[in-house]
C-alpha cells in the first residue's frame, strides 16, 4: 500500500472505493459538481490542501476537467498536485451504457495505473505512523454508535470549525486530516466537560 503525505480529492464514492485499497491516507470526493454549492466542504478542502497537500484526481473527460480547473481557482495551484489517468474507450461494469466521452473514470482504472498516476503526480511517500483517530475512538466519544452521536458530532464539528453536515466515516477523514488524535482527544474531553452545550435535538437519534 502506497503511503502518501497528502490528501487525494476524487469526484464520487466508486472512485473512492477504488483508491481505498491501493493508498493509505484520507480520500474525499467533490459528489460530482455538488463541491461548488457546499461552500463548507469547499472550504474543508482548502484548509485540508494548506495543511498538508491535496492531489487531485478526476476523470479524463470533459466534466473532470472542469472540477478540476473549479478546484485550482477555489484553492490554488500552489496547494494542489494534478494525478491524471489515461483516456482508455469502455464502460464500468456497473453501468448500463459509457459514460458520454465513451472512457473508462478514475473507478475503472486498473490498480497500477492509478498508482502510476499518483506517483506521477509527485505523492510525498509517508514513513512517519502517526497515531490516528479510528472508528473505535469516535464510538470512545460517543459520536457514533450512540442514541445522540449526530448531535454530539455536530457540537464537535462547530467546535472544531468543521462542515456540520459531515457523517461519522467523512468526521474521520477531516479528523487525520487536520489534527493530531492528541488534539481530537483533548477536544473531544472538552465537549465532554461542556456537555450541557451538546444540542440534542429532536433528531439526536440519527447516528
Known amino acids: 500500500m502506497l503511503k502518501i503525505r497528502e490528501a487525494i480529492v476524487v ?9 481505498e485499497p491501493l493508498v493509505d491516507t484520507e480520500i474525499f470526493t467533490t ?11 469547499l472550504a474543508l478542502l482548502r484548509a ?17 476537467l472542469v472540477i478540476r480547473n473549479r478546484l485550482r481557482g477555489c484553492i ?34 486498473a490498480p497500477e ?8 503526480a509527485g505523492a510525498t511517500p509517508r514513513e512517519d505512523e502517526r497515531p490516528r483517530v479510528t472508528k473505535a475512538d469516535l464510538y470512545a466519544a460517543g459520536l457514533s454508535g450512540a ?14 470549525g468543521l462542515p456540520a453536515n459531515l ?20 477536544a473531544a474531553a472538552a465537549l465532554e466537560k461542556a456537555g450541557g452545550e451538546i444540542a440534542r435535538d429532536q433528531d439526536a437519534g440519527g447516528v
Open 11 to 19: 469526484e464520487g464514492r466508486y472512485d473512492k472505493i477504488a483508491l
Open 31 to 41: 459528489d460530482g459538481f455538488g463541491i461548488f454549492r457546499d461552500a463548507e466542504k
Open 48 to 64: 485540508v490542501a494548506e495543511k498538508r497537500g491535496l492531489i487531485v484526481l478526476t476523470d479524463a473527460d470533459g466534466a473532470g
Open 76 to 109: 490554488g495551484d500552489a496547494w494542489l498536485r494534478h494525478a491524471y489517468i489515461p483516456d482508455v474507450p469502455g464502460k464500468e461494469r456497473r453501468k448500463i451504457k459509457p459514460s458520454r466521452a465513451g472512457t473508462l473514470g478514475v473507478e475503472g482504472m
Open 113 to 120: 495505473v492509478l498508482r502510476l498516476a499518483l506517483e506521477r
Open 147 to 160: 442514541r445522540d452521536a449526530s448531535a454530539r458530532r455536530r457540537a464537535l464539528q462547530k467546535a472544531l
Open 167 to 186: 457523517s461519522a466515516n467523512a468526521l474521520l477523514d477531516a479528523l487525520n486530516s487536520l489534527y493530531s488524535r492528541e488534539e481530537f482527544l483533548s
